[in-house]
Structures are given as structure tokens and as C-alpha cells.
């Protein structure tokens, strides 16, 4: 983000089509996947199993629905880590206004307007006053898991109504899970925002200049205002899956997700200077991290022991073309 | 507005200075030198930290694996310290220094060598490396009782008066300044935060002071691996857990630009002494502890704020209108 970018390697002629698909790194996340899945089934008798399967969704859907929304975000150039935090805030209003008695579409309804709103503040401190977004998010992170913490202490809401269970918990056919089905509409609707609207060209474009975006004609505020509201938005909404799923709030609900969203969206192949990165990218990425930590977890390999190969994964994988390119440009030259 | 960022430092000590005056109003105990001795103690592992953040942010990059280098250092140290209770105190800050500093230079050598930004890179080795903690020890914790008596008691004797955690802030404050207004090292680091393409024409090798900022992160770091564990007398993989953003957290108080080139060391000890004090005084004040967060939360945004205005890049003004619609 605030790194100097490397100077460019302008080849003499494009690749061909075909050799463009197959060393993209979509492809190599998809031989990433497909290798992990492989060592799985191999390792585990229990792998392969249709409920086996379903579960392992579990454990990322809820990161890769605001891993979408943050993919943009960063292809524009800016960044969220206050998101673990709107949950944790999100979650906090929804058990206050649980124990106002309130019913099921009003939770979900606080969760998701909660969130909105938290990213909407990002979004004017970042547009409004010409903030950091990197620092503004760390202050913010601070104050909406602070306020949190203020309401509720060392204590915990719990009993929220039985219908509410549904949105983490709930099937919609067999053994495709709702947070599942929740997740793949959502990519394909910011698959298509991203890579068939004008905003989504326009995004690209502030993220590879924000100045000649502006004289362009882009209207740069704004555009990141709104994808500040995005980023709200679906953290409000995974804080709704989140309460739902565990039946519970505390304080320390989600406690170091952003930093796990932002792992998913770098390994997704989004620049994290901005300006380059795709949906199918971010996807595939979300798949890998759920198949790295359900695999591992069915070896009883601790989830601290997990971090180190996802953490391994990122540095990795980002690595690997840089190395591979410059190989290959020492063999031209 | 030209005057505000070179007195930055000098406004934030007023504010410190307020901040005690308000709280001591109520109880004057706050202002009494035991009580303000006891701070600067409580504050000076932040310190150091701050400090090591503060020569990489002026780089333009950031460390995220600082607090779990030191969890990672802190472990190493302690179960060296369980196990051999004969090595000599010094001998193991001098291994929890190199330590740190190997931790450091992995994460100085990704971002020199291969190009990756800095907060991808940290990002990947913040996990790594609090795993690495797991695996050394088993999830296993050293306690105190397992702990030599030397090992905790150091840093708490006191030397005219003072504790030796303060002394050690002290010199690290000191080599920190004559790095940074003595030193060519220092003038490099604020070049390359002010321009680095102009910094390669004057012939400084970016890539390798970039290396070099992170090896001293990770040193600043692996130092507090020592004092944290020793200080705190438990080591397990929960130490400092999320601790990172605090760090940066202090840098962006102490008017550290998170945009590389703006900052100093004075401004990075009064950004950790200001969260310090917060912490310190809410109890003594009667406010639930729960309160610190946001609170905290509060001061960096409004220190952002405040910091932004001398900030602003000049020659955009054509677009003015425009920009504000």
C-alpha cells in the first residue's frame, strides 16, 4: 500500500491466448486447490464426504462474503481493517435490540444497517477529510470493538430466537447450506459489478491513478464512499451469520478477521497497491484457505499450526510469479 | 498550518501535559513523581516498539509481525531460561536481540529481495511466526516458577532510583535519536520516505535500507520479546496477541505519516507515553477498563485528523471544486 511499486516488465509481444490462460493466476490457484484437495482425500478417509464437504464451507463463508467487498475496495486502493470490529459492534446491536424483545427480520435488519452505517463513517473520514484509510480503519477498528466492549464487558448475550438460527445454521437444499448459497449469489454479483458495469471499470481506474482517474471525469470520492458502504454492508451482514451461527455475542466475537479477509483477497491475486484483481480470483482463494483449515483440522492439526501454512500459502504463492518472471526474463536477456 | 507539523511533537506534549494536569486535578496523586516514574515504566516496552515501527513507517513500508516476533523471541528465551538457568541474563538479551533480528531481516529480505509490499509480506509472517511459537513449544507455557529468579528480577532492580526497564528505554531512546539525526543510515531512511525514486539518484540503495529498517524492527522487537516475557512472567503463544495495531497505533499518535518521510523519535515516545497514560489513568479514575478501546480508538483517529492537516499535498488545487463535489 504504501510500498513504491516495481517498475514494470513490458514484454515485446503478448502471450497467446492459451498461454495467458494457463499461467494466470487463476489457474494457478485452481492447481493450488485442486493439489490441496487431492492431499486431503488422500490423508483423510473422512474428506470425502458429501456433510464432510458442507461443513468445511462453514468455516469460510462468512470471511469470503466481506473478502468480496474488500477486493474492490483494495483494487481501488484503499483498505478496511475495522471490519472484524463492525461485526463485533453489528453483533452487539443485534443482542441489545434482542433483548428489547425484538423479533427476527429486525435483527437481521440492525445487523446489516449497523454495519452500513460503520462503513459509511470509514468512508467519509477517508473521503470527506482525505485520511489514510490504513490508519482511519485501525482508529475505527479500535472504536466500534471498543463500544463493544463498553456494552457489554465480560458479559454475553445469548437466547436469541429460534428462527434466527437459520442464517448460520440453515439448509436450503440438502447439503448446500445457506451461508453457502448466500456467498455464491453475492460472487456473482460483484463479479458482475466488478467486470461488467462502468463502476467497475471505474474502480480499476482509481485504483491505477486516482489523479488521472479525477480528470478523467471519475468521481473518485464518491465511488470510494461507496465501496466503504460495501465493505459495511457485508461485514454487517457476516455479523448476522456469525450470531447466528454461534448463537451468542461477546465482545471478542471475529477478533482477528480482518486480517484473515485480507489474506484471502491478497492470495486472490488482488494487487494490494491497487488497481488489478478478480472476483473468480478472490473465490478460488476463499476455497483454498477453507480447504487449507478444514484439511489440517480433520488431521488434528491446532488451528495455530493452520496459520503457519496459510501464512506460508500467501508469502508463497505471491512470491512464485516474481520469482518465475524474472527467471524467465534472465533467460531472454 | 506551516508551523503546526514542525511543532507536532510539542503539541502532543501539551496535550500529555493537560492530560495529566485534568486527572490530577481530581486526584493529585496522578502528577506525583512515583506515580509518573511508574508510567514511563509501564510505557516503555510500547516505546521500544514504537520506535522500531517508526524507522520502517518512515520507509513507507510497515511491520505487521512485530508482536509475534516478540511472542516468538519471548518464547525462545524463556524456555532457554527454563531449561539452562545458567546462562547469564545478558548472554540471553543478546540471543533474544539476534533472534529478533534473524525474524526481522527474513521479512527485510522478502520485501528487498522479491519485491513484495511490506504489509503483504508481515502479513504472511505475522501468522507464521505465532505458529512457529506453537510449534517450539508444544502450546506448552513457561511460568514464573519455572523462571529464574534473574530472569525476572532484572529489569526491576533499580539503579538510582529507577527501574533498569526505564534505563533500557532510556539508551534505546537515545541510540534511536543519534540513528536518526547523526547518521547517514538516518538521513536514508527519511530520503527514501520523501522520495525514493529521487533517493535512487543520490545513490542510496533503497532496497537494502528497506532491509535494514526491518532488521531493526525485528531487534526493537526481539528486545521486547525479553522484557515482556520477564516483565509479564508467562510465555505462551497468547503473548501480545494483536498488539501490532497498538504499536501503529502509537506511531500514528506520535505524528508518524503512515505515508512514509513525516515523523520523529520524539513524536514516537510521546504517541506511546499518550496511550500509556490512558490505559494507566482509567482505573484511577474510576472508569471501567473496558472503556480503554475506545477511547484509544478515539485518540487515533482524532490525532489523524489533526496530523492530515499539515499533510495535505499541495498543487491540486485545478480540481478543488471538483473534488469536493
Not at chain 1, 492459451?18 to 494457478?28: G, K, V
Not at chain 1, 480503519?137 to 457489554?152: E, N, Y
Not at chain 2, 541510540?175 to 525514493?196: C, E
Request: aromatic share 10%; net charge positive; glycine share 10%.
Amino acid at each position: 500500500m504504501t510500498d513504491t511499486p516495481a517498475p514494470r516488465y513490458i514484454p515485446d509481444r503478448l502471450d497467446k491466448p492459451l498461454n495467458a490462460a494457463i499461467f494466470s493466476w487463476e489457474a494457478l490457484l485452481v492447481a493450488v486447490a485442486v493439489a490441496i484437495f487431492a492431499v486431503n482425500s488422500f490423508a483423510s478417509p473422512y474428506f470425502l464426504d458429501v456433510w464432510s464437504l458442507s461443513d468445511l464451507t462453514f468455516n469460510f463463508t462468512e470471511k469470503a462474503l466481506i473478502a468480496l467487498a474488500m477486493a474492490l475496495l483494495i483494487i481501488s486502493g484503499e483498505i478496511d481493517l475495522s471490519v472484524a470490529a463492525i461485526i463485533a459492534l453489528a453483533s452487539t446491536m443485534m443482542g441489545m435490540a434482542m433483548q428489547a424483545g425484538a423479533g427476527t427480520p429486525v435483527l437481521v435488519a440492525i445487523g446489516i444497517l449497523v454495519g452500513l452505517g460503520c462503513g459509511a463513517f470509514n468512508g467519509l473520514l477517508v473521503t470527506r477529510l482525505g485520511l489514510p484509510s490504513i490508519v482511519v480503519t485501525i482508529g475505527t477498528m479500535s472504536l466500534f470493538r471498543g463500544i463493544a466492549f463498553i456494552v457489554l464487558g465480560d458479559q454475553a448475550y445469548k437466547g436469541y430466537p429460534s428462527s434466527f438460527a437459520f442464517f448460520g445454521q440453515g439448509y436450503v437444499w440438502w447439503v448446500v447450506s445457506f451461508e453457502l448459497t448466500l456467498f455464491l449469489v453475492a460472487a456473482v454479483i460483484y463479479w458482475f459489478l466488478l467486470h461488467r458495469t462502468s463502476f467497475g471499470r471505474r474502480v480499476f481506474a482509481i485504483g491505477n491513478n486516482p489523479v488521472a482517474a479525477q480528470f478523467s471525469g471519475v468521481r473518485v470520492g464518491r465511488i470510494k464512499f461507496i465501496l466503504f458502504c460495501l465493505t459495511g454492508l457485508m461485514a454487517g451482514i457476516a455479523s448476522v451469520l456469525i450470531t447466528s451461527r454461534l448463537g451468542s455475542t461477546r465482545p471478542s466475537i471475529a477478533q482477528g478477521y480482518e486480517l484473515e479477509v485480507i489474506t484471502m483477497v491478497v492470495l486472490g491475486g488482488v494487487s494490494i497497491l491497487g488497481g488489478a484483481g478478480s472476483i473468480v480470483g478472490v473465490v478460488l482463494a476463499a476455497f483454498i484457505m477453507g480447504l487449507v483449515t478444514f484439511g489440517l483440522g480433520l488431521l488434528n492439526v491446532p488451528g495455530i499450526v493452520m496459520s503457519i501454512f496459510i501464512g506460508l500459502l500467501l508469502i508463497i504463492v505471491i512470491a512464485l510469479p516474481i520469482v518465475w518472471r524474472r527467471v524467465r526474463r534472465e533467460r531472454l536477456t | 498550518m506551516k508551523v503546526f507539523p514542525r511543532y507536532r511533537e510539542v503539541w502532543l506534549l501539551a496535550a500529555i501535559v493537560v492530560l495529566i494536569g485534568l486527572i490530577s486535578m481530581r486526584f493529585p496523586g496522578f502528577a506525583a513523581f512515583g506515580n509518573l516514574r511508574q508510567l514511563f515504566n509501564d510505557t516503555s516496552i510500547l516505546m521500544i516498539l514504537a520506535l522500531g515501527q517508526m524507522v520502517v513507517i518512515l520507509t513507507r513500508s510497515i511491520d505487521l509481525s512485530m508482536a509475534s516476533n516478540l511472542c516468538f523471541t519471548g518464547m525462545v528465551v524463556a524456555m532457554l531460561n527454563a531449561a539452562h538457568p545458567a546462562i547469564p541474563i545478558p548472554l540471553l538479551i543478546v540471543i533474544a536481540l539476534l533472534v529478533g533480528l534473524v525474524l526481522g531481516a527474513i521479512n527485510g529480505f522478502l520485501v528487498w529481495r522479491l519485491n513484495i509490499p511490506s504489509i503483504v509480506v508481515t502479513l504472511g509472517t505475522l501468522t507464521i511466526y505465532r505458529g512457529a511459537t506453537f510449534v517450539i513449544s508444544g502450546g506448552a507455557w513457561v511460568n514464573a516458577d519455572q523462571m529464574s529468579p534473574d530472569f525476572i528480577g532484572l529489569q526491576r532492580a533499580a539503579f538510582l532510583g529507577i527501574p533498569v526497564l526505564s534505563w533500557i528505554a532510556i539508551l534505546v531512546i537515545a541510540l534511536f535519536f543519534l540513528l536518526m539525526t547523526r547518521t547517514a543510515l538516518g538521513r536514508s531512511i527519511y530520503a527514501i520516505g520523501v522520495n525514493p525514486t529521487a533517493s535512487v539518484y543520490a545513490g542510496i540503495d533503497v532496497g537494502r535500507t528497506k532491509f535494514i529498517v526491518f532488521c531493526i524492527s525485528g531487534m526493537a522487537a526481539g528486545l521486547c520479546g525479553y522484557l515482556w516475557i520477564s516483565r509479564y512472567v508467562i510465555a505462551s503463544v497468547e503473548v501480545a496477541n494483536g498488539y501490532e495495531l497498538n504499536i501503529i497505533a502509537a506511531c500514528v499518535i506520535g505524528g508518524i505519516s503512515i505515508a512514509g518521510g513525516i515523523g520523529s523519535v520524539g513524536g514516537a515516545v510521546l504517541g506511546a507515553l499518550f496511550l500509556g497514560i490512558i490505559s494507566n489513568a482509567l482505573p484511577v479514575i474510576n472508569i471501567s477498563p473496558f472503556w480503554q478501546m475506545a477511547i484509544s480508538g478515539s485518540a487515533i483517529i482524532l490525532a489523524v485528523v489533526l496530523n492530515a492537516r499539515g499533510e495535505r499535498r499541495q498543487g491540486r488545487i485545478i480540481l478543488k471544486k471538483a473534488e469536493a463535489a
